[in-house]
C-alpha cells in the first residue's frame, strides 16, 4: 500500500513567522499534491508536480511556496504566516496524472498561526 | 471549468436506513469519479470510483453509478452503520489536465 508520510503532525507559530511542511513518498510517485481543508471547502489544491524540479500551481496558491527536490520529497514553505493560513494540510501521491488513478494521502499537519 | 457539486453539507440518519449522497459534475471531457471517505482525524482514502456510464460500482456496501446524462454519480448504501459516520468527498478528473476536482464534502452522521 502507498505510504505517504508528513511532518510535523501539529504546528503553531506567530503572524510572519517561517514555516516547513514536509511530504515524503516511497513509492516511486511522479505526481504530488498539496492541499488544505477548512470547514466547508472541502479539500482545495494549493500546488502540485509532476517530478522533482517542477511545480504547478494549484487554486490557492497566494502565500505559499512549494519545491519539489526529489521524487520522494515535496515541502510546502509559508514565508510570512498569516492567521488566515490556520488550517489542516494534507499532502498526497499519485501514480500519475488525473485519469483514473488514486490519490494517496498523508495524515495531515495541523497548523495554527496566531 | 471542471468542477464538482455536493448540494448537502450536512445529513444525518438513523442506523439501518439508506442513504443518498449527491454529486454532479461538469467537464466537457471524458470523466473520471471518484467517492473518497474520512473518518475523524484521519486521512481521506478512495472508496469506489468509475469512468464507464450507466456501470454500478460498488465497494464495502457502498455503491454509485455515473450517469453521463446527467453529469451525476451519486453515492448510495442500503443501510448505513454507526460506523459510517465520517466526511465524504466527490471528485472528478478529466482528460483535460493532470489534476482532480474535490467537491466540498457531505458529513454523514449515523445516530443510533
Known amino acids: 500500500e502507498a505510504a505517504v508520510t508528513q511532518s510535523p503532525r501539529n504546528k503553531v507559530t506567530v503572524t510572519g513567522g517561517n514555516v516547513t511542511l514536509s511530504c515524503r513518498q516511497t513509492?516511486?510517485?511522479?505526481?504530488m499534491y498539496w492541499y488544505r481543508q477548512d470547514t466547508g471547502h472541502g479539500l482545495r489544491l494549493i500546488h502540485y508536480?509532476?517530478?522533482?524540479?517542477?511545480?504547478q500551481i494549484g487554486d490557492v496558491p497566494d502565500g505559499y511556496k512549494a519545491t519539489r527536490t526529489t521524487q520522494e520529497d515535496f515541502f510546502l514553505l509559508l514565508e510570512l504566516a498569516s492567521p488566515s493560513q490556520t488550517s489542516l494540510y494534507f499532502c498526497?501521491?499519485?501514480?500519475?496524472?488525473?485519469?483514473?488513478?488514486?490519490?494517496?494521502f498523508g495524515p495531515g499537519t495541523r497548523l495554527t498561526v496566531l | 471549468g471542471d468542477s464538482v457539486t455536493q448540494t448537502e453539507g450536512l445529513v444525518t440518519l438513523t442506523k439501518g436506513l439508506p442513504v443518498m449522497l449527491n454529486c454532479t459534475y461538469q467537464?466537457?471531457?471524458?470523466?473520471?469519479l471518484f467517492w473518497y471517505v474520512q473518518h475523524l482525524n484521519e486521512a481521506p482514502k478512495l472508496l469506489l470510483k468509475s469512468s464507464t456510464d450507466n456501470k454500478r460500482t460498488e465497494h464495502q456496501g457502498f455503491y454509485a453509478t455515473l450517469h453521463k446524462s446527467s453529469s451525476s454519480f451519486h453515492l448510495q448504501k442500503s443501510s448505513v452503520q454507526l460506523s459510517d459516520s465520517a466526511l465524504y468527498f466527490c471528485a472528478l478528473s478529466a482528460n483535460s489536465n493532470n489534476r482532480i476536482f474535490f467537491g466540498d464534502g457531505t458529513q454523514l452522521v449515523v445516530k443510533p
Open positions: 498526497a501521491s499519485s501514480p500519475d496524472w488525473g485519469g483514473f488513478y488514486e490519490q494517496y
Open positions: 467537464t466537457t471531457y471524458s470523466p473520471f
Open positions: 508536480s509532476y517530478g522533482a524540479g517542477n511545480l
Open positions: 513509492n516511486s510517485h511522479n505526481y
